[in-house]
């Protein structure tokens, strides 16, 4: 059986999570990223970071479609709200059955790792997905050990991109001062 399966949702969190501890072979599975061409920036950021710390990666498809249904109706909700529930859930879900299927003892995300997420309803939403999925959610708070601040200087030293919005379009329209459900 293969240890720990790792959902990393950015570059700057995977560092935060590995100096605080976390390993496991890193799965990037975030539909939520918009535009691809952010996708793609913010995923070969975290090759980078997961080449330094030595950490197997697992290909893993990019299907904004899926967020993109799975959030609908939810698009004016503020960040942190019902919108962000779902978009955990449908990414860790994921991760979930990615453990189960490929034989992972257990998996956990990095997105504790961010100041401005809910850890407890992010390791909620993981508990649950683990228990209907049958495998072992591993929750954490990335952000709370000694070595986060060793970890902000890290990513400022060896120059890792640091977005500016959450990741969906939706967060990228309120940073930009427009309205966030306009079509
Ligand atoms: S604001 Fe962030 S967590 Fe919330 S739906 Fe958008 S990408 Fe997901």
Redesign the pocket.
């Given at each position: 059986m293969k240890c720990h399966l790792l959902h990393v949702c950015c570059a700057p969190d995977l560092v935060i999570a590995y100096l605080a501890g976390a390993r496991g072979d890193v799965y990037f599975y975030n539909p939520?990223i918009h535009p691809k061409e952010e996708y793609e920036k913010r995923k070969l950021e975290v090759l980078k970071v997961a080449q330094l710390f030595n950490l197997d990666v697992i290909e893993v498809e990019y299907d904004p479609q899926r967020f993109f249904g799975a959030?609908q109706g939810l698009e004016a909700e503020a960040?942190g709200g019902k919108?962000?529930e779902v978009?955990?859930e449908l990414r860790l879900r994921k991760a979930a059955l990615a453990a189960k299927e490929l034989g992972y003892a257990s998996f956990s995300t990095t997105l504790t790792a961010s100041p401005k997420?809910d850890f407890t309803l992010i390791n909620n939403v993981g508990q649950k997905v683990a228990s209907q999925v049958g495998v072992i959610y591993l929750p954490n708070v990335y952000r709370k050990g000694p070595t986060y601040n060793d970890a902000q200087r890290l990513v400022k030293m060896l120059g890792i991109y640091r977005q500016n919005y959450?990741?969906?379009v939706?967060?990228r329209r309120v940073r930009s001062g427009e309205d966030p459900s306009e079509r």
């Open positions: 939520n959030v960040e919108r962000c978009c955990f997420k959450c990741g969906c939706f967060s």
